[in-house]
């Protein structure tokens, strides 16, 4: 029985927006953003817990093209997609993770199975896939997940002999054929609890075996009941580096700041610390929504007290 209002807020990534034109218009990614909310609202007016709330957005956002996770994900230096994910729950701390996941249809599932089991917080590749088959989640072969956008875009990254991040701004000499990318969603549902989720094709030409900031509870996702819901986007290794999502909920635990302030704050300490680029979505626990970013752009929407949805590509 809903007891208070609910917040959701979602992200498709950070980046340049100025690129979007080379994959799609502004006007498709604010329509799937807009659409999952709607949906994710539909659940939270029902009484739907956080936690099921953020899988099932990510769900959403994983099977969507546009987005770098699940389908559509950005292809590693041997032309393979290996993903990551990671939800976690602000009621108890629980969290589950997968990490070089492959055939994983909506990997932020699997790592809600992960959670659920319980012994584990994180299993990686050839692990995950048993354990996926055990848990029966759903498989797909490679061709599901490879789109022709993502081989173009591999095929430009290895010509300029480079690692690519999906969101990155290059110089005109190297423009890329970019899409910004990796997923997320915190919320608070009617309950007063909090969860985040996020998932991603990490770096486009990364080494394989490479793992990001995402599957890791407190770089790149992290939920408390006490401070806040958080997911991040970006350059995953300056996120490991910054201990970036707990950084965050730091800043409201221990300087009281509300979601606005933390979001700006954490943004502002990842630039100061280690240049780094990307973006973040918070909510706190009281439910205010908010999104901060060192890059151009960070494609989000959020529902803000059972409030109006609103969609911001900047
Ligand atoms: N953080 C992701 C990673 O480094 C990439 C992204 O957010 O676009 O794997």
């Not at 817990?49 to 987005?67: F, H, K, R, T, W």
């Amino acid at each position: 029985m809903a007891t208070q209002s609910y917040s959701l807020i979602i992200h498709g990534g950070a980046g340049a927006l100025e690129d979007l034109k080379y994959e799609a218009s502004e006007s498709e990614f604010k329509e799937s953003i807009l659409e999952i909310l709607a949906a994710g609202r539909q659940w939270l007016e029902s009484g739907a817990a956080a936690l099921d709330v953020v899988e099932y957005c990510v769900n959403l956002l994983e099977n969507e093209p546009l987005y770098n996770a699940g389908r559509g994900s950005v292809l590693n230096e041997n032309g393979e997609v290996e993903m990551d994910a990671a939800l976690m729950n602000g009621e108890d701390l629980k969290a589950g993770a997968v990490t070089c996941v492959k055939q994983i249809k909506n990997p932020i599932s699997l790592a809600r199975q992960v959670l659920d089991q319980g012994d584990h917080v994180m299993l990686a590749g050839a692990g995950a896939l048993e354990f996926a088959k055990f848990c029966q989640a759903e498989l797909c072969d490679d061709a599901y997940f490879i789109t022709e956008a993502r081989i173009k875009q591999l095929k430009e990254a290895q010509a300029a002999g480079r690692m690519m991040l999906d969101h990155e701004k290059v110089k005109p000499a190297q423009k890329l054929a970019q899409k910004l990318g990796t997923v997320g969603a915190a919320c608070m549902d009617s309950q007063g609890n909090l969860a985040a989720a996020t998932s991603t094709g990490g770096l486009v030409n990364k080494r394989w075996g490479r793992v990001g900031d995402t599957p890791v509870v407190g770089a790149g996702v992290f939920a408390d009941n006490e401070t806040c819901a958080v997911s991040a986007t970006g350059y995953g290794e300056q996120f490991l580096r910054t201990v970036f999502a707990k950084t965050v909920s730091d800043y409201v635990q221990f300087k009281d700041l509300d979601a606005i302030a933390a979001a700006k704050a954490g943004i502002a300490y990842l630039v100061r610390k280690v240049n780094g680029e990307g973006g973040v979505i918070v909510v706190d626990r009281h439910g205010k929504c908010a999104a901060a970013q060192s890059t151009s752009g960070l494609i989000h929407g959020w529902i803000e007290l059972g409030g109006e949805a609103i969609c911001k590509l900047g």
